[in-house]
């Protein structure tokens, strides 16, 4: 059984939704420049959000904030096409717990506590970046930890986790957010 300081924390997650989660060391968190290059160059929400780059910190800012903390939770989200119609909903709420988990870690104690989640944003249709307006919900907003150039692949696959890329329709999706937590 994992046990840790932040099981009060994680056992809902893994309970709610099947989550697997695990404490690393931010050391063992893969950045990477070129990963923003395949947000720039393939995915068609560059430039569109807030949270996504450029607007999101850049592979530098991240490492110098990664050097800043000694402890971090991954957590893993498998999605499969049984869950059909519903994996839309059970990632959103998935990435809406992971923020209000950041609120109640801050509201503990773990002041530096801030999560990286995964993909685009997905609280508005269309972000407000693109008319120069706030951020609507600057309190949930979050980045992606491909946004802010860390390599997902490499850091799950450091820390013991399995993800390879989707070949098919099919495939199981893999959402791994990152907390950082002191």
Known sequence: MWESEF??????????????VK????????????????????????????????????PDQTRAVLNEYSRALLFHLELRE?????RREK????LEHLVTLEGEMFKDGYYKAFVFLAG?????????????????????????????????????RTNGFPIEPLKQKGDPRNLFCLMLVD
């Open 7 to 20: 099981d009060k924390y994680c056992h809902s997650t893994i309970e709610t939704f099947g989550a697997g």
């Open 120 to 156: 685009p944003c997905h609280l508005c249709d269309e972000c407000s970046s693109l008319t120069g307006a706030p951020c609507n919900f600057a309190m949930k907003a979050r980045p992606s930890m491909e946004a802010c150039g860390i390599d997902v692949y490499q850091t799950a």
């Open 82 to 86: 049984e869950d059909g119609k519903n």
């Open 23 to 58: 404490q690393i060391l931010p050391d063992d968190v893969v950045t990477s420049d070129w990963v923003r290059w395949k947000c720039q160059y393939g995915c068609p929400g560059y430039g569109r959000g807030y949270s996504c780059p450029p607007h999101s910190p850049s």
């Open 91 to 94: 990632s959103i709420s998935f």
